[in-house]
């Protein structure tokens, strides 16, 4: 058996063994793993991504038992994805910070850090209290510094400006308005949408030529609210990227995704830059998806 599947029956087991919530006994598991009193059986070299994909599968099992649309974790196509841009985008540069606004799991925000050889460190923030223990116990094992801030992600953060942040966006309205007229991009009537505010949000915590990259409803520039969007990205952020997702990945044509990448600018003035207008090939396409990556790598370069 590969490691991968040992962590995942350690921790199926397990669960079997208590009385707890499936997704409870996954934090318990992976908490006896961390104090060595009970733990899988593992070949020495062990990868994180083994470890990460062996937790995730217990959670898509918990998941199921406790399913809550909004929770969704990202899968790993995306966040290999992005883990791919990010790493690009990062180049040689050391000692990266990111945040990531709706955490979940960490599925997304753990597919970046492992892919990023570099020294990388996260604030991560999230609203749900169990999903912050179950990502904060894989951080653990993972041995990622990750600070975690159990609240609601648009209000105040109090944390350092980032060199990226990364989300795969909570989607529909943001019901507290009191709070939304902190953001330019509160609605003109009715509640605003929380996935503007929290790309406001994310782009305030973003140093100065530093990178915002989301995942976005696929038509977010199509929506009621769009119009206030569109001056909003004209004059606090570079649009660096809209890569459309293959709408093989959704259940339907209303889940569809892409990935949107912004860029803080330096100056008042911004530079003219290529804007990269993409879609992503049929992923199990080898060579589709490696002419793509490829297309990926050289707009990287250009940046
Ligand atoms: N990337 C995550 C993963 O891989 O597990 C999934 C993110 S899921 C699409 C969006 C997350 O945003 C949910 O976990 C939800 O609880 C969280 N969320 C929604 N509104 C929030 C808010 N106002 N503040 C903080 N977190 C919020």
Redesign the pocket.
């Known amino acids: 058996m590969t490691n991968t599947e040992n962590i995942f029956n350690f921790i199926d087991q397990y669960a079997e063994k208590t009385d707890s919530l499936y997704l409870e006994a996954i934090i318990e598991a992976c908490n006896d793993w961390i104090e060595g009193s009970e733990a899988p059986t593992l070949t020495a070299d062990v990868s994180k991504e083994e470890i990460r994909r062996g937790i995730q599968l217990a959670v898509l099992k918990g998941m199921k038992q406790s399913a809550q649309p909004?929770?969704?974790?990202?899968p790993d196509s995306i966040?290999l994805l992005i883990g791919h841009i990010t790493s690009k985008l990062v180049g040689d540069k050391e000692n990266i910070t990111l945040l990531?606004?709706?955490?979940?799991?960490?599925?997304?925000?753990f597919s970046v850090m492992n892919t990023m050889d570099k020294n990388v460190s996260a604030s991560a923030?999230?609203?749900?209290e169990l999903?912050v223990r179950l990502?904060a116990v894989l951080a653990e094992l993972l041995e990622h510094p990750v600070i975690y801030l159990v609240?609601?992600?648009?209000r105040p953060l109090l944390i350092d400006p980032v060199d990226i942040a990364i989300?795969?966006?909570?989607?529909g309205y943001?019901p507290d308005d009191d709070n939304a007229l902190n953001f330019e991009l509160m609605a003109e009537e009715g509640h605003a949408f929380?996935h503007h505010l929290?790309i406001e949000q994310s782009m305030n915590h973003t140093k100065p030529g530093g990178y915002g990259i989301f995942?976005i409803p696929a038509n977010l520039f199509e929506s009621e609210q769009a119009a206030k969007l569109h001056p909003f990205l004209k004059q606090k952020a570079i649009i660096r990227a809209l890569i459309q997702l293959p709408a093989t990945l959704f259940k339907n044509v209303a889940h569809e995704k892409s990935i949107l990448i912004l860029q803080k600018p330096f100056l008042e003035t911004k530079p003219l830059t290529d804007v990269l207008l993409a879609q992503v090939p049929n992923m199990s396409d080898k060579n589709a998806m490696a002419r793509f990556l490829q297309e990926i790598d050289e707009w990287a370069e250009k940046g």
Do not use: C
Not at 70 to 74: A, L, R
Not at 100 to 109: D, F, H, I, Q, R
Not at 125 to 128: F, M, P, Q, T
Not at 167 to 171: C, G, H, K, R
């Open positions: 909004n929770h969704q974790m990202t966040g990531e606004p709706a955490v979940g799991t960490g599925n997304l925000l923030v999230e609203i749900d999903l990502s609240q609601d992600a648009l989300s795969d966006l909570p989607v943001y929380s929290f995942v």
